[in-house]
């Protein structure tokens, strides 16, 4: 009898923790007032119209034409992290806090400058002035056209999702570097000066933020809900919650909200109230955010299956299956998608009806997402040199 009650002690302590546990977090929630990290929920299942989409076949690009892409500079830059552009520069950014200005028709550097610490987000560019977050937890703010510093704001943490500027105020967010204990803020900045507008704080970690340039900031959150804010004090207009995580900006057309989760999922939600207008399933798994086209919108998976949808039902319109590895997210530049791998292939297919066009391959492995634009295609690779390809002209839509 002895044995036997040693043997369940260690049970028996292990419960009574539980117990105390559960008690105190009970009377601590009743405590405390409502937080903003506590919205009201509401559920999308059972409402708009549904659809199911399957993986089309795969398809043959065995003597597609393609080939090796003429190279038109390299430029020597190492640890690159982020590329984008500017209305005439291209801007590198590397793990070891330069941010660098490149003329893009020479590969010839315009302005460096370095923050000091390894860069944590992909520039945003909006009215003549650059901003990004950094390891050493600030945000800031550099002149386009000099790179010199305009402002810079401490942070509680990396600002690692990429800021969304709209009509001079630019919204970030950051979590507070407490992995038992993640607060997430979200903030508002006055974007001439640096100047705080409005926070918020939430729990846990905000996976993406976007703006829907119709006062709202749209945030997704790791616990797979999804806020619409209004942008003018960062009150909540509604929260929904989705089947898996949105991890990729969201997309507004014509007064709804789009969202793709990392299972396949794809809602469109009315701004005003978040009410589902319909929903489809890839039966895919699609982490590339939603790009808008020209006659609908586009998404691929993973394993570079690609899917247009109409964005006011949902249903396909087309959808292509190249059964490769969609290692960067695609882009989409005067009429077709280019999406990438980062063993140097590059496939060009029509937006508008999902045609293949070509498959180029670039010599070595690319290392961050390539940036297409002005007719040629920007890349880093492992060799420690930013190459600038020329693409072809293409026939056909």
């Known amino acids: 009898m002895g044995h036997a009650l040693i043997r369940s002690t260690p049970f028996l302590l292990l419960a009574l923790v539980v117990v105390i546990f559960y008690l105190a977090g009970a009377s ?5 007032p409502p937080s903003a990290a506590e919205p009201e ?43 984008t552009h500017t209305d005439d520069e291209l801007i590198v950014t590397s793990t070891e806090g330069a941010v660098t200005a490149l003329d893009p028709e020479t590969g010839s ?47 509680s943490g990396e600002v690692t999702v990429p800021p969304a500027y709209d009509r001079g105020v630019l919204y970030f967010t950051c979590d507070n570097d407490r992995p038992f204990d993640l607060k997430s803020m979200v903030y508002a900045l006055r974007a001439s000066d640096g100047l705080l507008l409005w926070s918020r704080q939430y729990d846990g970690w905000i996976t993406s933020l976007s703006s829907t340039g119709n006062g709202g900031l749209v945030i997704s959150r790791h616990s797979m809900e999804v806020a619409n804010l209004y942008q003018r004090d960062g009150r909540e207009r509604w929260t929904v919650r989705t089947e898996n995580q949105v991890l990729s900006p ?30 489809s399933d890839l039966n895919d798994y699609a ?7 020209s006659g609908g919108i586009v998404i691929g998976s993973s394993g570079m299956a690609f899917y247009e949808l109409d964005p006011a039902t949902g249903k396909e319109i087309w959808a292509l299956n190249l059964d490769d590895e969609l290692d960067f997210p695609f882009q ?15 496939y060009a297919i029509s937006e508008e009806d999902g045609t293949l066009h ?32 020329q693409l072809p002209a293409i026939d056909g839509p």
């Open 358 to 389: 070509g498959l180029y391959r670039v010599e070595g492995d690319l290392t961050s997402t390539p940036v297409v634009w002005r007719g040629r295609i920007f890349c880093s690779g492992s060799d420690g040199l930013i190459h600038a390809f």
């Open 109 to 155: 550097i315009r302005w460096s400058r370095s923050v000091g610490s390894w860069i944590a987000s992909c520039p945003v560019y909006a009215d003549g002035k650059i901003f990004f977050g950094s390891r050493d937890h600030y945000l800031h703010a550099l002149d386009v056209y000099t790179g010199l510093p305009l402002w810079k704001v401490e942070t």
């Open 250 to 279: 969201a997309l507004e057309v014509g007064g709804v909200i789009l969202l793709s989760t990392i299972g396949g999922e794809v809602y469109a939600l009315r701004e005003e109230e978040g009410s589902l207008l319909w929903k």
């Open 287 to 293: 982490w590339s955010p939603l790009t808008k086209g």
């Open 28 to 32: 601590r929630s009743e405590d405390r």
């Open 332 to 346: 989409l530049e005067e009429g077709k998608v280019y999406a990438f791998s980062s063993q140097g292939r590059i």
């Open 41 to 83: 929920v509401e559920a999308l299942a059972g409402e708009g119209s549904s659809y199911s989409v399957q993986p089309p076949p795969e398809t043959d690009v065995s003597g597609l034409a393609g080939g090796e892409l003429p190279v038109v500079w390299t430029a020597e830059f190492n640890n690159v992290n982020f590329m």
